[in-house]
């Protein structure tokens, strides 16, 4: 995990910089990270952006009580998992990592409503289809569970065509990160998520 200190302390110096309290919370990989915008973007949230490069479910367990220290959060959104699956993970390996991210906020912050947001169809990684559908589908089921206390977002089927296939425009030209028109879509289906029901209370 020792590659991932340097982001982890930038994390660190976050606390205190924002001009308000931070409510919601956004914690994953570097697609969290990448979010320029996010700021502006999902402002009515009044975020906070805990993302750190390269990082996997099982990153965001080990880190969890060190980078949540500073925070009270009314919600909180993640998108992890994805590159579990990269480093050749199984995706029951991912819903074990997931199992054990429920038990960090159950344990840091037992009142606080999830939102998960699903593993993505990215380009580069479309050989993963399959691991990907199955992870989502353990994640999902295992929500499901806790009876409307934590949500899953399923951002995978907003980002494939007419053919079933990954809209490339949504992708930067790796085949990985977003591009401007992935995060704008993100956005839309993240705020229509929090106005439709799961509004910051």
């Not at 990270?33 to 009515?44: A, C, Q, S, T, V």
């Amino acid at each position: 995990m020792n590659w991932y200190e340097n982001d982890v302390k930038k994390l660190e110096s976050l606390k205190g910089t924002l001009p308000y309290t931070p409510e919601t919370i956004f914690y994953g990989s570097s697609t969290m990270r990448l979010w320029e915008g996010m700021y502006e973007d999902l402002k009515p949230l009044q975020p906070v952006n805990l993302g750190f490069g390269g990082s996997t479910l099982a990153a965001c367990v080990w880190f969890f009580d060190r980078i949540m220290e500073p925070y009270a959060p009314k919600h909180f959104v993640c998108y992890a998992g994805e590159n579990d699956l990269g480093d050749g993970r199984t995706p029951e390996e991912v819903y074990i990592f997931f199992r054990q991210f429920q038990a960090c906020l159950q344990k840091r912050f037992p009142d606080v409503p999830l939102t998960y947001i699903s593993i993505k169809p990215s380009v580069a990684r479309w050989n993963l289809e399959k691991q990907v559908r199955y992870a989502n589908e353990l994640i999902k089921a295992e929500i499901e569970k806790t009876n409307g206390r934590q949500h899953f977002l399923n951002i995978f089927d907003h980002m494939l065509n007419a053919n079933g296939q990954p809209v490339k425009e949504l992708f930067e030209s790796d085949g990985l990160h977003l591009s401007k028109k992935g995060y704008l879509l993100w956005k839309e289906i993240l705020l229509n998520h929090f106005a439709s029901g799961f509004k910051i209370s």
